[in-house]
């Protein structure tokens, strides 16, 4: 491609930390000295078109390393990808943890987002500022939900360098989240995955290993059952796998709840080559974070269930893309696929049985569109990260325009118990129509916050109960910021997808945030209202500008109620109404759902 | 000997618009098939030399079974749809994205929009003076075109012109996120310090007058533009081999604009530097 | 610094008349000028040519070219064609009796494999790469030979870095690997051409190895795209000046030609060769006879059953023999043999190679007629000038297209002051010289030319406005033509097969401009994206691209040089000198310069290249002149 690059030069630094992913370039063209033999013969066209992919990994070489990309960088990145500037700048600025402009190498990110606040968030964050004062060296932003709900407040820090250094302050308080900014390497090791399962100890299918097994260990793992699925589905046999999760009843966990059996048959069947499976663990959704206690507390079962579904869908290269905000679930899931690697478990000849898979990691940098599967695609393409219009569909049309099946953390670590256990005997879990365990993330108003695991169907009130929910419950947010509110009065609501459809509500991806009565509640929509605007990727006029007018109506009805809102209120519904029927994707599609709820059901402006 | 290809024979396909049967080439979009039924929806961001980017999402419409609205422009008419067009929630749905538009972007040189808003019955003022708006200035950075973004919806055609579907000079791209992107180039340069080639490819398809000729520009700001006073006479470019057709706009026997047929096989509506700006040698008259 | 303000030209609004070269131009009455025009014309019958313009329309070089053979009873008719392209007609010509590119901008994106030889495309017609460039997106693989690494060459997945000049070396290996591999479409060459016998012999000692020593290119570079055009399943081959303007411009076009015999790459959907095309019609000017050795639709003169049909429609006597081409009605100013000329549209004074020379003369001739809508600089050398109108705003007509396609041009705006339209103009000097023609507008000059030329019969303007321009040959009324020519080739019938396509038996010859230690630079020549030819058209619009004139010089030589951008140093060939700022391009190696043509008013570029020229076509070798760069004693910077 002839591509038009500025004067600025990348530093030595920065050079090298482009170097280090992509290794040193193969001629001047990408930014090598000039040879003899460069001004003979020049390679590019398709294969220099088609490393567009590790555009995302590169921004953050650089920002791991400076702390943000400076224009020389940019370049220097994209003469090495062959990707035109100002398309990479486009995908820069997309990520709100990349920065084009220069920052301080400290960024301390701190929790805003519903859990938090109400556990204090704001008073930490002007605490934080006034303690930090100006010039300190760290920049101190304001975050979404960090998924650390169970510890709110939370902070994580990250500072630039080589290499990266990240901290976790949570529950955060000023003088510790300073700390950690400060000095990441002393800051306190952050508690282990299962100081986030209260159910420690108990019987469970999905949780059973988390705090048990040495979460590094691949022989641990072993030990407790780990790869018996992977020997079962290869005898079973990749139609065989399929029929057992078809028969299983498991349905997607991020919310749609699809047939996952469906969803694999589907993609096996595309005779267009080569397949992909990409685990979707960008979980962003607010109150959000059983994702990652999976994958910090027992990687290798994420894993090993990638392995069984690549196998089922015959795809070779798997994509596990993890939101940037979780460093220590990328560290331990990285750990975890090199030593499977390393054992022949991942690799040409997976088991001796002559299958290849291979699996990697790509990091998120800050953006919840990126947790919708299309979305997720063009991020991973090195794209911005906005949705596709579908049809079609990924089974078809998915990753690299391949057709794809796109699952969640959640719902693949099912398909080691359904392989182990037997199709039947996992589907009389549950519900009739709703199979299995699932997981819960309580958080809020509890005495002990974290992921529950519970067979579908147990009700809201039960799930509550197990958590110490305290006193004055004012409301219940089912289902993160896109989900909807339920009163003190519903928590007879089984939870299930069918159970919480038929109440008017939604169970999204599992989360159960409990307020009590001295949260105030306008603030709080206007709190998720102003994270659907930050996080609207910009590509739809109803969501764009839709969420726009919806915080700008929230806001001015933030002191109001009665007779006062009732125009915005109207106004609201009719925004809220062209957002969910024509946006492109669900973000604007359920903008208005949780808003909604808390006018319809709460009575939050009477 | 090889025989020409004339293209693929398609099926046609049958469903209906409004209750009506409709049958249309397998392929088509339910715009396409609107169209051809005498159907008038809006569209702000489909072009006819590009894939369909839907995001203005003013051509929605109901399909049965589908439990939200489906954009005309890039949704495939299939067997046994049942499409309609002219529904409540299909209106109100456009309604507000017209609105949605109007409260922040200027939409005063967008054909069309005008009569749509009166048609649907938008109130854009309803969202009160403290509205967030683009508030953006028009970028004059070169003599030949002027980037005028308070006036754009970002419909992304200008991108996708510049980039893989024609150009493929990539000098722009969406920057930023939400309300606050923009079509820009690398680190907000100026054009000149750009990859741009000065084609106007952009020009050609942008909607809504956001990108125009300088001439233009600066003629409605002096207040003589008059586009009733235009006429429009498609010759053939001098500059090279190639056989570019170029649409001259003429106002007052000088030249002021200059397009292309969309339809025209050698350019699709693109043309080049100098076949879309290289005229003002013939009227330098003295 | 100096002021770099390129010049823009007003338009002639007023014919211009003097008595003696040494005076000013005065304005004068058309009466006044067609009179002087046409006594000046008349008193040098059989001394006379015609300078038609490949710019103008079909149906201006029809009446031009009908002018001078009718009127004044010479066949030395010729246009710019000349400097550019005219080696492309007579290589495709001589290989399959049809001067034009035998491929569709279409069919380019369906193809499998795109080389692009001796052709800056992005550059020079941005609008056919489009073309190209869906087939890229489409899959296709595009190789680029060319000696600078151009914005085209970008693009491909191999570009090939040869030396200036070194044209048939590689495309010779590249046949000889292709018949040593066994690739040759074997069927193909058997049936549809000649002389595979001697072409086998001709490249077979231009190994890989040779060849990489000769072109410079590394010899795993030549191979792979050897291998690759000859197992496409469709290639196109595209080349543009890099080709033609060279000394054996011809022979380096049969020497690509070959290439697409050997392979069966030619005559059938989106396999074929592509000539691309400068200027708007100088395909056109071609078929319409404005050439000293073709009738209006590319009709043989030497063919007495041709000479007859336009003897009797124009009711006259055709020389049964060629004229003159450019260069060598050139050659016989400076013998004497030639005494006047018209010259319509043209700008040789500026546009030739050793443009001094050119210039001389010019100045030599008895008279000198220049139409045109400025005042150029070969124009200020004539003894009329008349001032005519913008072909393709300001006239109705057709142009013809590199892919054939005849397309309409319309009037938009009306000329400026007593400008008059071209074909205005001659009719008046036609009557003045005794030959009254009516033509009531340009479709009936087009409906004459329909009448005599098969290959334009069926091209209605009814029919041209339908389909949006249609390419030839179309000679039916109710039918259209397959996309590309030469189906005929594979044919099984071999009386439908029609005539063999010979294998072009040609050697390789370097430039005639050697590079030694006093001129150690190979300079070649190219255009940019906002500009065209000597730039008297697009000077005329503020382009933020444009910064004037430079000489190019790779990084290594102006460290070398101790030069850096914007300082002007001399340039000199063994023909003039010229001063020029430095611009620095990494696209280009040691020992290789580059500057365009387009800023003669600043760097009168073809000051230094040499007027060698093809001897079949004529064509001068702009692409290849020895200089040296020296630095200025007082360093000045341009910027």
């Keep these: 491609m002839d591509l038009h690059f500025g004067d600025s030069k990348p530093t030595d630094e920065e050079r090298a930390a482009v170097d280090a992913l992509l290794g040193p370039p193969e001629s001047s063209w990408e930014g090598a000295d000039r040879t003899d033999a460069d001004l003979r013969w020049a390679r590019g066209g398709r294969a220099a078109r088609d490393r567009r992919d590790l555009l995302l990994p590169g921004l953050h070489a650089v920002n791991d390393r400076i702390g943000w990309i400076s224009e020389g960088a940019l370049d220097y990145l994209c003469r090495r990808l062959t990707v035109p500037p100002a398309e990479a700048y486009g995908v820069a600025t997309f990520y709100a943890m990349f920065s084009v402009r220069p920052r301080p190498a400290t960024v301390l990110h701190v929790c805003t987002d519903l859990a938090c606040t109400a556990a204090g968030a704001g008073d930490l964050c002007a605490g934080i500022e006034a303690r930090l004062g100006p010039g300190s060296g760290v920049s101190v932003e304001r975050s979404p939900c960090l998924g650390l709900c169970e510890r709110a407040p939370a902070a994580l820090a990250i500072r630039a360098g080589d290499p990266v250094r990240t901290a976790v302050s949570a529950p955060a308080a000023v003088e510790a989240a300073v700390l950690a900014a400060s000095a990441p390497d002393a800051a306190p090791e952050e508690p282990p995955a299962v100081a986030a399962v209260p159910q420690a100890g108990d019987p469970s299918l999905l949780l059973r290993r988390v705090g048990v097994v040495d979460a590094s260990s691949l022989d641990d793992y072993r030990a407790h059952g780990g790869y018996t699925a992977l020997r079962r589905a290869f005898e079973l046999g990749p139609a065989g796998v399929i029929r057992e999760v078809t028969d299983s009843g498991l349905v997607g966990r991020g919310g749609a709840a699809f047939p996952t059996g469906r969803k694999w048959q589907a993609t096996a069947s595309q005779p267009d080559h080569p397949h992909y499976l990409v685990c979707n663990a960008d979980e962003s959704e607010p109150g959000t974070f059983k994702d990652r206690v999976l994958m910090e507390g027992d990687p290798y079962a994420l894993v090993e269930a990638i392995t069984i579904a690549s196998y089922a869908i015959s795809a070779h290269r798997a994509f596990v893309y993890i939101r940037g905000e979780y460093p220590r679930a990328v560290h331990r899931l990285q750990y975890a696929i090199d030593q499977a690697r390393a054992r022949g478990l991942l690799g040409d000849d997976i088991l001796g049985q002559g299958y290849r898979l291979d699996i990697e990691i790509r990091r998120g940098a800050g953006a919840y569109i990126c947790g919708e599967e299309t979305a997720l695609f063009n991020s991973i393409e090195g794209y911005r990260g906005e949705p596709r219009s579908k049809p079609p569909f990924p089974v078809e049309k998915g990753l690299f325009g391949k057709p794809t099946v796109e699952n969640n953390v959640e719902t693949l670590v099912n398909v080691l118990p359904i392989l182990t256990m037997g199709a039947p005997a996992y589907a009389a879990i549950g519900t009739g129509r709703s199979t299995g365990p699932k997981l819960f993330c309580v958080s809020g108003s509890v005495e002990r916050p974290g992921v529950y695991e519970l067979p579908f169907g147990a009700t809201l009130g039960e799930l509550l109960e197990l958590a110490g929910v305290r006193e004055g419950l004012r409301a219940v947010l089912l289902g993160g910021a896109a989900g909807g509110f339920v009163r003190p009065d519903e928590l007879g609501v089984p939870l299930t997808f069918e159970g919480t459809r038929e109440a008017g509500t939604t169970l999204g991806s599992g989360v159960v945030m409990a307020f009590d009565d001295t949260v105030p509640l306008p603030r709080l929509l206007l709190r998720i209202a102003e994270f659907f605007r930050d996080e609207s990727c910009g590509q739809c006029v109803p969501c764009r500008v839709g969420t726009v007018r919806q915080e700008e109506a929230l806001r001015r009805i933030v002191e109001r109620t009665g007779a006062g809102a009732a125009d915005d209120i109207a106004l609201l519904r009719e925004v809220g109404r062209a957002m969910r029927d024509a946006s492109i994707c669900g973000l604007g599609q359920t903008a208005w759902n949780a808003v909604e709820s808390a006018i319809d059901r709460l009575g939050a402006y009477e | ?286 | 610094m100096r002021n770099r303000q390129p010049k823009t030209y007003t338009r002639l609004t007023r014919p211009l008349v003097r008595d003696s070269r040494d005076e000013p131009f005065r304005e004068a009455s058309w009466e006044e000028a067609l009179d002087r025009a046409a006594r000046g014309l008349d008193r040098h019958r059989g001394a006379f040519g015609m300078f038609s313009c490949a710019r103008a329309t079909n149906e201006m070089n029809y009446v031009a070219q009908k002018f001078a053979r009718v009127v004044m009873g010479t066949n030395n008719v010729d246009s710019c064609n000349r400097t550019c392209h005219a080696p492309s007609v007579a290589g495709l010509s001589a290989a399959f009796g049809s001067g034009g590119g035998t491929s569709s901008y279409e069919e380019i994106e369906h193809t499998d494999v795109i080389v692009m030889w001796g052709s800056n495309a992005r550059f020079a017609h941005p609008i056919f790469f489009q073309h190209a460039l869906k087939g890229i997106r489409n899959g296709a693989r595009m190789y680029a030979v060319d000696p600078r690494r151009t914005s085209t060459a970008e693009w491909a997945e191999s570009w090939l870095g040869l030396n200036v000049g070194t044209d048939i070396p590689m495309a010779h290996a590249i046949g000889r690997e292709i018949i040593h591999a066994g690739l040759v479409n074997e069927a193909f060459v058997e049936r549809a051409t000649s002389g595979f016998e001697e072409y086998r012999r001709l490249v077979e000692p231009w190994t890989l190895s040779l060849a990489e020593k000769v072109t410079g290119v590394p010899a795993r570079a030549i191979r792979e795209l050897a291998h690759a055009y000859a197992r496409a399943e469709r290639a196109q081959l595209c080349w543009t000046l890099g080709i033609t303007e060279h000394h054996n411009g011809t022979d380096n076009v049969r020497a690509l030609i070959n290439l697409s015999l050997l392979t069966g790459h030619v005559g059938r959907y989106g396999s074929g060769l592509q000539p691309l095309r400068g200027q708007n019609n100088v395909q056109g000017g071609g078929d319409m006879g404005a050439i000293p050795n073709r009738l209006p639709g590319f009709q043989d003169i030497l063919d007495a059953d041709v000479r007859l049909k336009f003897e009797s429609a124009w009711d006259t006597v055709i020389q049964p023999h060629y004229g003159l081409n450019l260069t060598e009605m050139f050659e016989a100013m400076e013998e004497g043999s030639l005494r006047a000329v018209y010259c319509i549209g043209e700008n040789p004074a500026q546009s030739e190679a050793d443009s001094e020379q050119a210039v001389r003369r010019l100045r030599a001739l008895d008279f000198l007629v220049v139409q045109d809508i400025f005042l150029t600089k070969t124009a200020e050398l004539a003894d009329v000038v008349l001032p005519a109108t913008a072909g393709w705003a300001e006239t109705d007509g057709t142009t013809t297209n590199s892919e054939r396609r005849v397309q309409r041009v319309r009037r938009a705006v009306t000329p400026p002051g007593e400008a008059r339209e071209d074909i205005d103009i001659i009719c008046e000097l036609a009557a003045r010289l005794g030959h009254d023609w009516k033509y009531a507008d340009a479709q009936a000059v087009w409906n004459e030319l329909r009448s005599v030329s098969p290959d334009h019969y069926g091209m209605t303007y009814e029919r041209l406005a339908e389909h949006q321009g249609i390419q030839w040959p179309c000679p039916s009324t109710q039918r259209l033509e397959p996309t590309y020519l030469h189906g005929r080739l594979w044919e099984k019938d071999p009386e439908r097969r029609g005539a063999a396509a010979p294998f072009g038996l040609v050697q390789h010859d370097p430039p005639v401009d050697l590079t030694d230690e006093e001129y150690p630079i190979r300079l070649t020549t190219g255009r940019r994206l906002d500009s065209y030819n000597t730039g008297v058209q697009s000077g005329g619009f503020a382009s933020p691209l444009r910064r004037g004139e430079y000489v190019e010089l790779c990084p290594e030589d102006a460290e070398r040089y101790g030069v850096v951008v914007g300082e002007e140093v001399r340039v000199s060939s063994r023909r003039g000198s010229v001063v020029a700022p430095v611009w620095v391009d990494t696209a280009l190696r040691p020992g290789l310069a580059f500057m365009t043509m387009h800023f003669p008013d600043e760097v009168d570029t073809n000051q230094l290249t040499i007027e060698a020229n093809c001897p079949i076509a004529g064509t001068a070798e702009f692409k290849a002149s020895a200089i040296r760069i020296e630095k200025l004693p007082a360093v000045t910077y341009v910027g």
């Design chain 2, 1 to 286: 000997m090889t025989v020409t290809p004339l293209g693929i024979p398609r099926r046609l396909l049958e469903f209906t618009i409004d209750g009506e049967p409709a049958r249309v080439p397998e392929g088509s979009t339910v715009l396409d098939a609107c169209r051809a039924a005498g159907k008038d929806i809006p569209t702000l961001c489909e072009g006819d030399t590009l894939r369909p980017k839907n995001a203005c999402r003013v051509c929605v419409v109901e399909v049965e079974g589908s439990r939200t609205l489906v954009p005309a422009c890039s949704r495939r008419a299939e067997p046994g749809m049942e499409v309609r067009t002219d529904t409540e929630r299909a209106r109100h749905s456009r309604k507000i994205v017209l609105e949605l538009l109007a409260s922040s972007v200027d939409l005063s040189t967008t054909p069309k929009v005008a009569e749509w808003i009166k048609e649907y019955e938008a109130k854009p003022d309803r969202f009160g003076p403290g509205a967030a708006r683009l508030h953006e200035e028009p970028k004059v950075d070169n003599e030949l075109y002027v980037r005028d973004y308070d006036k754009c919806i970002l419909c992304y055609k200008c991108v996708d012109a510049c980039g893989d579907q024609w150009q493929n000079t990539f000098a722009i791209s969406v920057a930023g996120r939400g309300f606050d992107a923009r079509i820009a180039v690398e680190h907000e340069a100026p054009l000149t310090d750009s990859a741009c080639v000065y084609c106007g490819n952009c020009i050609e398809v942008c909607p809504t007058g956001a990108l125009s000729f300088r001439s233009e520009f600066d003629m409605r700001a002096a207040g003589t533009w008059d586009e009733s006073r235009q006429s429009e006479t498609t010759t053939v470019c001098a500059y090279c081999g190639v056989g570019c057709n170029l649409t001259l706009h003429v106002q007052d026997n000088e030249i002021v604009k200059v397009t292309s047929p969309h339809d025209n096989p050698v350019t699709h509506g693109n043309l080049c530097i100098k076949g879309r700006f290289g005229y003002q040698h013939v009227q330098n008259r003295g």
